[in-house]
Nanobody
Framework: QVQLVESGGGLVQAGGSLRISCAAS????????MGWFRQAPGKAREFVSN????????SYADSVKGRFTISRDTAKNTVYLQMNSLKPEDAAVYYC????????????WGQGTQVTVSS
């Protein structure tokens, strides 16, 4: 089991930038895939990005490709999501999640952090 705590959400103007963080604890992270998801009001939770902890391999949803960057700090056991050129449609609660790289499902979730984008 891994514990995940997000931080860094807030209010930003359209076109602005924000970095959110996810601090992980409870087990070694080397066998994990860490992901960011988001959920806007009235919409389903959707995948944003993920990173394989041990090798740093990343992937992104098409809607954020070229604007968002996921990274990790292995010394701090923290995953970051740098969000640039934010749009009103990026507004959502952003959740950090973790799964074993051999698992099809993310089964550890943080509490979420709110990102609001004003137009």
């Amino acid at each position: 089991q891994v514990q995940l705590v997000e931080s860094g959400g807030g209010l930003v103007q359209a076109g602005g930038s924000l970095r959110i963080s996810c601090a992980a604890s409870g087990r070694t992270l080397s066998a994990l895939d860490m992901g960011w998801f988001r959920q806007a009001p009235g919409k389903a939770r959707e995948f944003v990005s993920n990173i394989k902890w041990s090798v740093g391999l990343t992937s992104y949803a098409d809607s954020v490709k070229g604007r968002f960057t996921i990274s990790r700090d292995t010394a701090k056991n923290t995953v970051y999501l740098q969000m640039n050129s934010l749009k009103p449609e990026d507004a959502a609660v952003y959740y950090c999640a973790a799964r074993l790289i051999t698992s099809p499902n993310y089964n550890n979730w943080g509490q979420g952090t709110q990102v609001t984008v004003s137009s």
